[in-house]
């Protein structure tokens, strides 16, 4: 317990240390986890899928074997579930009503892959992921923001574990006992994108457009404020576990992107997004009973981002029975739901999620869904 209570005292410190950030609008990762999103992206304790990487180094861990995941496409789009009227009669025609249909709705799309090995404490991950959120505000005079990004790259992590314990990668396999794990990650990223704001009746977008070599689309692209750029990031991680035959307590502290990802532009005229350092902590209860397990997982994350507290508390649930299993979580005040069904070949996850586009708890909610499908996993443990 004197271990536990060390840890709490290292999360609080290092999240005061680096409360530097300014406000958030809406928190931008370099790539999420289908599963997580579903559990309220309440996972830096739990990281125990093809993600783990992206979330918390240290869970590398838990891992005692080979585990491939060589083809995992997924595809994220908004969701107008909530708000069908909108569409209702929806003008063909008169630019002017289109535009008051379209008016604050936040139009998202999401294409990515990451296939990943890991081999005992060792991971890599491949990953390409193109990301466009667009949105059309302010009736009286019209702005558009654009955040288009496509990142490519690769992370390498490792973990050192003291101790032993935990449900393993798999679910498979349980060892009673204390462990407490220390990763590290090291990753390359290429960017290239956009991130501004459009006044749509204003001189600047009209000369701009007017520029672009008769419209090209590349040069009108370019005179947008596309760039390109490459970068080097890091991140640490720590995880602690206390495991019986059929429980586990863990708990989990991030530091992702330390000091900040900032990249090297390569061409374009404006500067590439950086990816903001985010301290992210959190903890799990597991039970698995063989034929049916269940888990409960709370996180609080960005610490060092000012912004509402409530924007940070994450809680995530899942139960999972042979061949299918449940999750339903709440993430930054929305709630989100869905299922994976596995049949060896195939693994497919579906569901909902909630995102806060705005600065303030539950000012502008992004509804969102996704579709992903994993191929040709494989696991073997020692």
Known sequence: MMQVGRFVT????????????????????LMRS??????????????DDEYTLFYNPAA??????????????QVGVVSALDDMN???????SDASKIGERLMGFPVYFNAAASPGIKFGPVGMVMFASSSTSVVLRNNVHPMMDIDYRLDRGFIIGFSHSI????????????????RLSIGIALKSINRQGLDSSYDLFGTELSNTI??????????????????????????FGLEWIYSTQYSELSWGLSVLDIADTRFRKISGTQDIPRQDMYINTGITWRQDFMLLDYSISMDLHPLNVAMPWQRKFHLGFDIGIPLIRLMAGMSEGYISYGATVSLWPFKLTAGFYGVELGRDYKQEKGSRAFIYLSLLDFAFET
């Not at 909108?86 to 063909?92: A, E, G, I, N, V």
């Not at 090209?216 to 760039?227: E, H, K, Q, V």
């Open 10 to 29: 290292l999360t609080i410190f290092i999240s005061l240390l680096a409360w530097l950030s300014g406000e958030a609008k809406e928190i931008i990762h």
């Open 86 to 92: 909108r569409f209702k009669k929806f003008p063909s």
């Open 60 to 73: 590398l861990g838990r891992n005692a074997g080979l585990r491939l995941s060589p083809i995992n496409p």
């Open 163 to 178: 101790g032993s314990g935990g449900i393993s990668t798999s679910g498979k396999k349980t060892s009673p006992g204390k």
């Open 34 to 47: 289908p599963y997580a999103l579903l559990m309220g992206d309440a996972f830096t304790a739990r990281a």
């Open 210 to 235: 007017l520029l672009a070599d008769g419209g090209d689309f590349t040069a009108l692209r370019n005179a947008l404020g596309y760039s390109k750029g490459k970068a080097w990031g890091g991140d």
